[in-house]
């Protein structure tokens, strides 16, 4: 054996199909180590091609129908015509009986050529023979044509007498003798089934066997020199399955390499598995991409169909729905009924790509024939049917196939059918009570969506009493059962648990959920990690994995909505105003790449952080409602009747359009309060089972409340106890059942409990809401109000970096309503600057205070200069008290040029005493201001002016 052809090797693997050439034994653990690497030929040079289809001999009949003896064709061809009926082709059927039918026929037509139809024929009824006449005479054959030199009949013979032949036919002592011959004559397939009964013969040497081996090994070499390139295939099946030599895996991957450069798309296909599969030391799924695609572009359906799937869905390929629909439908063609499964799944948008309805309804009602009613294909095409139909036959279609699949056990196609009951339900609610029998159904063979839609149809109270406990019950369920989002949201109620354990179980739920792929859970649980509060600790390295999990999600939608999460807990969990500003900075990245949600998180932001203006809210939901968003329609067409100044109409028009595209808040602020029917349309509204969120049921309340019906007011009270029921832990909840007490809708007597729930929401990161707390202390509205407490609430605020906090400070301060210092009102002013609010009024005030000894000790200094900065805002009355200062020198050093100064100022900002001493001092002449009758009769009509306004 030629040195170079030894190699080392590595990895086993065991994926791929059985090996050519006929061995019907498995090979036993003593089959030698022989490594050897394939030649270094030019393998595309040397091999000589297939084949072709256009060599193939013409079919002029159908010879399954029509009698053999007609076929008129030169021998040669009958054997490769008879050839393909035994083995079955693109072209025709397998049929052992036609192609012996063909063989007898040549034999008849072309006796002279005997020879060439014997052993093929012999191969028939060898494979096909069911008495032992046929079996004899297939021995005949081969016995006569190894008489006529035929040394392929050797081995022939050799394989009817082994132990993968007949049974009546075995004969070991024959076999060994046949065998051998065909491995002297140098047949490289004898050569190989006489070293496999040397491996197996317990008397044989280690060397005979190695012997046996190698020289089969290089008979099949000298076949690939010679042209014969599917040996690189035989070898590299020995290696693979341990045939004749030991398994050994990264030989085999060579020969196998070798031959798949050559084109032949089933040896690619072959090594595509291979390297995906778990038995190679690494998989590589670049590799197997690339082998995957040669053989599917080689034409091979199960290839095109595998390669269409990653197309599909963008595992280990970049997702394409082109490249899909090509590789899937050239799959379909060839007969692959999976493909048209695909397809339909392709074009019914499930992967993200385009709707094409008509395609999608042709191709899943080709999949669905003969299928399995209790499989998952039923339920897509129901769902699909449901979803995309656009009719009520359509609908009805889909509860017809998916209660057959139901009625065969689908758990999913009961939730299926549950969900059109629901839809249904949102128009006529006599619908979901089905619903919420489909849906149990589901849910008690432990589907997880059904679960989870029961949980939220008792949390709303759809079909059924709203019932916490039940909906609480059935959420645990769908976590159990795998749901994500159940997971995430029993999470969080059991984080609030008074008990260690609960709260310790809920971090495990969110954690989970979160490498589930939740947006919501990945948010809450990252930016815990990053702060370390809320009972998780401090896990840089954990928020960092989970950074990185984030980065390679694949869904555009999922990672986006991530994002949004991520942005919204960070700014939740930051105690300094700065850091809440900075997240919500964050957010204009999503929102010039057009994300509608992006913009009406950083509007809710803005208000939570007590940084939203006016008018930058009115261009956020301008410019949400010119998106066709129903959130930012409904707000814009708020913000736009709120406007006295500016059409009703126009803002009424926007609200009907966000209520035509099915919003909740706007059907409701549509409703008005002097209408008979206002309670029965806000009933209608409601009885479908749309107010399904604690803000939806605060609004609810709000609307009965602004009823002159008294059982209005009965109703809102109800509507505010499920809101208050449900709240949690979200901020913005609380808030919105903290506002509704506040406003009196359960009643002015309980006013205070909404302290309570600006607290809790407090503490779950909505810093604005201490305004709101500080305001119910001024307003004596809590149980234990206090000025003192409200003035803390305040500075936490101002301190956070918050101006209006800041500027309520102030006014409060100058209106007695808050005790304070100059040092401590200098350092407000000093924060606000020039963003001081109605400083003119509020520093007049306070200079007044400061003259009193109201805020401590008198500070003449500080009293000059809080007027200087209230005249400086245009306050004539500070400008006047200026003058005073100045021309008397009281608190000040005497200056009659800035008396004078401030004097002209304060008569100019129509101060009546300042015009009518500066028309007198323009009479007499005074220092600073010689005499001028033009200037003094100009400012004695000025004083008439300003004593007729008075």
Same mark, same amino acid.
Request: hydrophobic residues 40%; contains cysteine.
């Given at each position: ?40 030929? *030019? $393998? ?107 040394? =392929? ?9 082994? *132990? ?5 036919? =075995? ?6 003798? $046949? ?51 599917? &040996? ?6 020995? $290696? #693979? ?22 084109? *032949? ?16 030391? !690494? ?8 082998? #995957? ?10 290839a095109e169909f595998m390669l269409g799937k990653a197309y599909a869905t963008g595992v ?7 490249? /899909? ?21 392709? $074009? ?62 689908? &758990? ?49 109270g759809q079909g059924a009493p709203l019932s916490v406990e039940l909906s609480n019950e ?70 960092? +994995? ?13 990672? +986006? ?26 957010? *204009? ?8 949600? &992006?913009?009406?998180?950083? %509007? !809710? ?25 129903? +959130? ?6 708020k913000v736009l009747l709120a406007d006295l100044s500016k059409d009703s109409s126009v ?9 035509? &595209? ?53 109703? %809102? ?11 949690? +832990? ?32 407090? /503490? ?117 008290? #200026? ?68």
């Amino acid at each position: 054996m030629r040195k170079d052809y030894f190699r080392n090797s590595v990895v086993v693997t065991a994926t791929v199909a059985g090996l050519a050439g006929g061995f019907a034994s498995a090979a036993y653990a003593e089959n030698p180590s022989i490594l050897l690497d394939p030649p270094a030929l *030019d $393998y595309k040079a040397v091999c000589k091609p297939p084949v072709a289809k256009g060599d193939r001999p013409k079919i002029e009949k159908d010879w399954a129908k029509n009698p053999a003896s007609e076929v008129d064709l030169p021998a040669s061809s009958i054997v490769s015509l008879a050839t393909e009926y035994q083995r079955g082709s693109d072209r025709v059927s397998k049929s052992a009986d036609v192609a012996e039918a063909l063989l007898r026929a040549g034999l008849a037509k072309y006796p002279a050529q005997r020879d060439i139809f014997l052993l093929p024929l012999a191969r028939v009824l060898i494979e096909s023979g069911s008495s032992i006449d046929e079996l004899r005479e297939a021995e005949s054959n081969l016995l006569e044509a190894y008489g006529t030199g035929n040394l =392929r009949a050797a081995f022939a013979l050799g394989q009817l007498y082994g *132990d993968g032949g007949p049974s009546q036919m =075995r004969d070991v002592s024959k076999a060994h003798i $046949y065998l051998e011959k065909s491995a002297l004559s140098s047949d490289p397939q004898g050569m190989i089934e006489y070293a496999r009964l040397i491996t197996l013969d317990p008397q044989a040497t280690e060397e005979q066997k190695r012997s046996a081996v190698t020289n089969a090994l290089l008979g099949l070499m000298a076949q690939i020199k010679a042209g014969d390139c599917s &040996a690189l295939s035989q070898i590299g099946f020995l $290696y #693979l399955r341990g045939n004749l030599v030991s398994k050994e895996v990264e030989t085999a991957l060579k020969w196998l390499e070798a031959f798949a450069q050559t084109g *032949d798309p089933q040896t690619a296909q072959n090594l595509a598995n291979l390297y995906r599969s778990n038995q190679v030391d !690494q998989i590589d799924i670049q590799k197997s991409m690339t082998y #995957l695609k040669q053989a599917a572009d080689g034409g091979i359906a199960s290839a095109e169909f595998m390669l269409g799937k990653a197309y599909a869905t963008g595992v280990s390929v970049q997702q394409d729905s082109t490249l /899909a629909v090509r590789y899937l439908t050239s799959a379909s063609e060839k007969g692959l009924l999976a493909a048209d499964e695909w397809l339909a799944r392709v $074009y019914s948008g499930e992967f993200s790509g385009e709707v094409d309805a008509a395609k999608a309804r042709s191709f899943f009602e080709r999949a669905t024939k003969d299928v399995d009613p209790a499989g998952a294909l039923p339920v897509r095409y129901g769902a699909f049917l449901a979803n995309f139909g656009g009719s009520q036959s359509d609908v009805e279609k889909a509860l017809k196939v998916l209660e057959t699949a139901a009625a065969a056990g689908s &758990a999913d196609a009961s939730n299926e059918i549950g969900k059109i009951y629901l839809k249904m339900g949102r128009t006529d609610p006599s619908y979901l009570s089905k619903a919420i029998h489909f849906f149990s159904e589901s849910a008690s063979s432990g589907n997880s969506d059904g679960a989870a839609k029961l949980a939220g149809m008792f949390a709303c109270g759809q079909g059924a009493p709203l019932s916490v406990e039940l909906s609480n019950e059935w959420r645990h369920k769908a976590a159990v059962f795998g749901s994500t989002n159940s997971l995430y949201i029993s999470g969080l109620n059991m984080v609030t648990s008074s008990d260690a354990t609960d709260q310790a179980k809920g971090r495990i739920y969110l954690q989970q959920a979160a490498y589930k792929g939740s947006p919501d859970a990945i948010g809450y649980v990252l930016a815990r990690w990053e702060r370390g509060v809320d009972g998780f600790e401090q896990n840089p390295e954990a928020a960092t +994995r989970l950074l990185k999990f984030v980065a390679l999600l694949k869904d555009e939608t999922q990672k +986006r909505l991530t994002e949004l999460s991520i942005i919204r807990n960070r700014f939740d969990v930051s105690a300094k105003l700065d850091e809440k500003i900075s997240q919500i900075g964050a957010i *204009d990245a999503l929102i010039q790449a057009g994300d509608n949600d &992006a913009l009406m998180l950083k %509007a !809710q932001l803005l208000q939570d952080a007590g940084q939203a203006k006016p008018q930058d809210l009115e261009a956020i939901y301008e410019q949400l409602a010119n998106a066709g968003d129903p +959130r930012g329609m409904r707000e814009y067409g708020k913000v736009l009747l709120a406007d006295l100044s500016k059409d009703s109409s126009v803002g009424q028009t926007w609200l009907t359009k966000a209520a035509d &595209a099915g919003d909740f808040k706007a059907k409701l602020s549509l409703i008005d309060p002097g209408d008979p029917q206002a309670m029965p349309k806000i009933a209608a509204i409601t009885s479908a089972g749309e107010a399904c969120t604690v803000d939806a049921m605060v609004n609810v309340a709000r609307v009965y409340a602004s009823l002159p019906d008294p059982e209005a007011k009965t109703l %809102a009270r109800y509507w505010l106890s499920l809101a208050e029921r449900l709240s949690d +832990r979200d901020g913005d909840d609380l808030f919105s059942v903290g506002a509704a007490f506040r406003d009196g809708i359960d009643g002015v007597e309980n006013r205070f409990k909404a302290e309570a729930f600006f607290l809790r929401s407090y /503490a779950l990161g909505r810093i604005s809401v201490l305004r709101d707390l500080a305001e119910g202390h001024l307003q004596g509205l809590w149980a234990s109000s206090s000025a003192d407490a409200a003035k803390t609430y305040l500075l936490k605020l101002y301190a956070s970096g918050d101006k209006d906090a800041a500027n309520k400070l102030i006014s409060e301060i100058a209106d007695e309503n808050l005790t304070s210092s100059t040092t401590e009102v200098d350092e407000l002013q000093a924060f606000l600057g020039s963003d001081a609010v109605n400083s003119g009024k509020y520093f007049l005030k306070l200079a007044r205070l400061n003259l009193a000894g109201k805020l401590g000790a008198r500070d003449d200094a500080t009293v000059v200069r809080w007027l200087t900065i209230s005249a400086q805002a245009g306050e004539a009355n500070a400008m006047y008290r #200026l003058y005073q200062t100045f021309f008397y020198g009281t608190g000040a050093e005497k200056d009659i040029g800035k008396a004078v100064e401030w004097l002209t100022k304060a008569a100019e900002a129509g101060n009546p005493k300042a015009a009518r001493e500066l028309a007198t001092a323009y009479k007499v002449g005074v220092v600073g201001l010689p005499a001028d009758a033009e200037k003094a009769a100009y400012w004695d009509g000025r004083v008439k002016e300003l004593s007729d306004g008075e």
